[in-house]
């Protein structure tokens, strides 16, 4: 591209601290999952989704610090992809790669339609497939430009839609009625791990950090406190608004719109609301940004270690960024948010993440010697990943299972092996 020069071999500038890696790792975390996914997951599990969001961050805390410790360990782009290629093999490393960068767009197409779905009570006549568009084009175009520049923007966004997620609660508040929730297990709990495996979605940004471990500054002490407080700070706030919202519309009412949060609102106060449905707005920009920046570093590592194509293997010389992974990632997300729905984008991004972070706990069990965690806590991990992966629909899984094995032919077919030798980064 005109005006681009990279080195020989690219490198990233170390520039985030404790605060910028925690705002980027909430910038991931409390977003628009928490706007959606909370609607979703009531639909499976009524009431009871207060009880699965707690499942739901008990799998996230597990699978953190699996990720954390590898993060530590080998402080390089890519998080399990990185991981699997060294610790367990170049095609199961190529996989994890594989499965985070899908999970990652489906779930930015998600976030794209959520923008849509929220915007639509205030603006109805919008063409809103066309304004998500546009919406993943900013979110492209900011990460372009730098990671300095996208930490900024993110760090705003986190504290708007923090303050939206607040202003939420005590509006639901007002309308509180503990009826809302009888039956708790409205279905006898059968949809009650399915549930948590939905939630698990809103919580998939907090190994951003993790992903991005070649611009952190210290990562040994950074990685650890920034992931730390980040789930910290949402586990809470993601209980405030589940049992507010369930409190003030029961399980029935979250679960009726794709706007759940909004129309939960909207019975206290229309302009509340409004400010609730901006919020939204920014919270999905804020989790496409912070996508964007994440799964170009993953590209680039795959490229790196010649997995892809070597053209993606580039770093801006002026802007210190994977310019070109970036803007294919951005590509990608506008692509599926224009053709694929939102039940289905969710489920198979938390599909997605679970056995992403099965491979990357198998990862952390193979550090032996250099293990900062009991081997307990990955293997926890890993298992009940499994188990929440397995709740979810035939579909979901359908549609995993494919993505499985179009990696895998692809890695077949471009080393000719399943075993190719290992390239070091």
């Avoid at 628009?32 to 009871?48: D, Q, S």
């Avoid at 949402?234 to 719109?257: K, Q």
């Avoid at 794709?258 to 989790?287: D, H």
């Avoid at 194509?309 to 803007?327: C, G, Q, S």
Wanted: glycine content about 10%; cysteine-free; aromatic content about 12%.
């Amino acid at each position: 591209m005109k005006g681009e020069s990279s080195p020989e071999q690219p490198e990233f500038r170390r520039e985030l601290g404790v605060f910028n890696a925690t705002m980027l790792a909430l910038g991931a975390v409390i977003g628009a999952g928490i706007f959606v996914a909370v609607g979703e997951a009531a639909r499976v599990g009524g009431p009871a989704i207060v009880a699965a969001l707690a499942i739901a961050a008990l799998v996230a805390v597990l699978n953190a610090f699996g990720s954390v410790e590898l993060g530590v360990t080998f402080p390089r782009a890519g998080g399990a992809y990185e991981f699997g290629r060294r610790l367990i093999s170049p095609v199961v490393g190529f996989v994890a790669g594989w499965l985070l960068i899908l999970a990652g767009v489906s779930a930015s197409a998600a976030y794209a339609l959520t923008f849509a779905s929220y915007l639509n009570p205030l603006f109805p006549s919008l063409p809103l497939r066309l304004l998500s568009v546009a919406f993943a084009l900013v979110a492209t175009a900011v990460n372009y430009f730098g990671i300095t520049l996208s930490i900024r923007v993110n760090n705003i966004l986190v504290f708007i839609k923090v303050a939206a997620l607040l202003l939420f609660a005590i509006l639901a508040a007002f309308a509180f009625d503990a009826r809302n929730f009888t039956p708790f297990f409205p279905r006898a709990g059968a949809g009650f791990l399915s549930a948590s495996a939905i939630l698990f979605f809103a919580y998939a940004g907090y190994g951003r950090p993790v992903t991005v471990a070649e611009e952190i500054y210290e990562p040994q002490k950074t990685l650890p406190r920034a992931v730390g407080l980040a789930l910290g700070i949402a586990a809470p706030l993601y209980l405030l608004v589940t049992v507010t919202g369930i409190g003030a519309v029961g399980g029935a009412g979250l679960s009726a719109t794709s706007a759940p949060l909004y129309f939960a609102a909207a019975g206290v106060s229309k302009f509340g609301a409004a400010l609730i449905a901006v919020g939204a707005l920014f919270a999905a920009m804020n989790v496409i940004l912070t996508e964007v920046t994440g799964l170009s570093r993953v590209l680039f590592a795959m490229a790196r270690s010649g997995d892809l194509p070597d053209w993606l293997y580039f770093i801006h010389a002026k802007y210190a960024v994977p310019t070109r992974a970036t803007v294919v990632v951005g590509l990608a997300i506008i692509l599926l948010s224009f053709y694929a729905g939102l039940s289905l984008l969710i489920e198979s991004s938390s599909l997605f993440i679970l056995v992403y972070y099965v491979i990357n706990n198998i990862s952390a069990l193979r550090l032996s010697g250099r293990a900062l965690y009991s081997p307990i806590i990955p293997a926890a991990g890993a298992v009940f990943s499994l188990i929440l992966a397995a709740s979810l629909s035939a579909t979901a899984l359908a549609v995993t299972a494919v993505a499985v094995i179009v990696a895998l032919i692809y890695f077949g077919i471009r080393w000719g092996t399943f075993n190719p030798p290992r390239k070091q980064s």
